[in-house]
T-cell receptor, first 111, second 111 residues
């Protein structure tokens, strides 16, 4: 069945890089997404990658996809306190492109 | 431009009552999704509308849940005879292609 797993917590120091990891099971996934949720706020789409790509870079964000291992990662360079949030990994499955979600990784950035 | 809006932002109801949650998608977006975010279950897909096609209701947890989308735009999610386990944040997203944009959600509390 479809399943997405992420570690629940990550703590980094301000200025360091953060790497959030995700594994998924559905080999037919066409797109993989990273969303950010700040306390009391909605889900913000950060970036996404098509399954035939292995890397995508967007400013401080780098997404790496290892399709063979079904492993996705999000690297945030020069992490700031404003990056503190919950980061969700999601895969798009089926013709309806519904999103299957991980439980989220809570990123804490310490000054 | 305007994003996805949802109303009400908060709803407190008594067990056994019916509730209606509303979603206004981004203008021109043909696809509309409902998801539910709860503490025990994370984010889960509920229902999907695409244009005039029959909706994909495969994620609805019981027959107490229903949704409609009038005129290909506004959608209403109805929960009949609410139960305490229905307490969650109900999220709506709209999409034109590969990106789903989320509204702020409706927090439903069933007492």
């Amino acid at each position: 069945g479809e399943d997405v797993e992420q570690s629940l917590f990550l703590s980094v120091r301000e200025g360091d890089s953060s790497v959030i990891n995700c594994t998924y099971t559905d080999s037919s996934s066409t797109y993989l997404y990273w969303y950010k949720q700040e306390p009391g706020a909605g889900l913000q789409l950060l970036t996404y990658i098509f399954s035939n790509m292995d890397m995508k870079q967007d400013q401080r964000l780098t997404v790496l996809l290892n399709k063979k291992d079904k492993h996705l990662s999000l690297r945030i360079a020069d992490t700031q306190t404003g990056d503190s949030a919950i980061y969700f990994c999601a895969e798009s499955a089926g013709n309806n492109r519904k999103l299957i979600w991980g439980l989220g990784t809570s990123l804490a950035v310490n000054p | 431009g305007a994003g996805v809006s949802q109303s009400p932002s908060n709803k407190v109801t008594e067990k056994g009552k019916d509730v209606e949650l509303r979603c206004d998608p981004i203008s021109g977006h043909t696809a509309l999704y409902w998801y539910r975010q709860s503490l025990g279950q994370g984010l889960e897909f509920l229902i999907y509308f695409q244009g005039n096609s029959a909706p994909d209701k495969s994620g609805l947890p019981s027959d107490r849940f229903s949704a409609e989308r009038t005129g290909g735009s506004v959608s209403t999610l109805t929960i009949q005879r609410t139960q305490q386990e229905d307490s969650a944040v109900y999220l709506c997203a709209s999409s034109l292609s590969n990106e789903q944009f989320f509204g702020p959600g409706t927090r439903l509390t069933v007492l």
